[in-house]
């Protein structure tokens, strides 16, 4: 599998790769927050050892989302048609995301 990087180099891409850098950076700021506040709770002895398990899931969970998202992205081709709309992965994960964000704040 080859990567082609010209649609990287676009003024488009370069913005696009700075926003997820800076949020890459913002969430892994909140990530050592976080681990630090309930390591705190912890025995001195383990809280060295639990702050390294909380960073290094952290970034495991991470970058196997961003794989997935990739994945996400890619599933483009139509599994089915409602009349001349092909209806790929894609579009029912987005579907199903936008109707998550609608129904859940009307459910409290």
């Known amino acids: 599998m080859s990567f082609d990087l010209a649609p990287l180099l676009t ?27 309930i390591c705190d709770k912890l025995p001195n002895k383990q809280q060295k050892n639990a702050r390294t398990i909380g960073l290094t899931l952290a970034l495991a969970i991470r970058v196997l989302l961003l794989f997935t ?3 996400i992205v890619q599933a483009t081709k139509p599994m089915f048609y409602i009349s001349e709309f092909g209806v790929s992965g ?19």
């Open 69 to 71: 998202i990739t994945w």
């Open 11 to 37: 003024t488009e891409g370069l913005i696009s790769l700075l926003t997820l850098v800076l949020l890459e950076i913002v969430l892994g700021i909140d990530n050592i927050i976080f681990i630090a506040i």
């Open 90 to 108: 894609r579009d029912l994960i987005l579907f199903a995301g936008g109707v998550f964000l609608i129904v859940k704040p009307l459910s409290k």
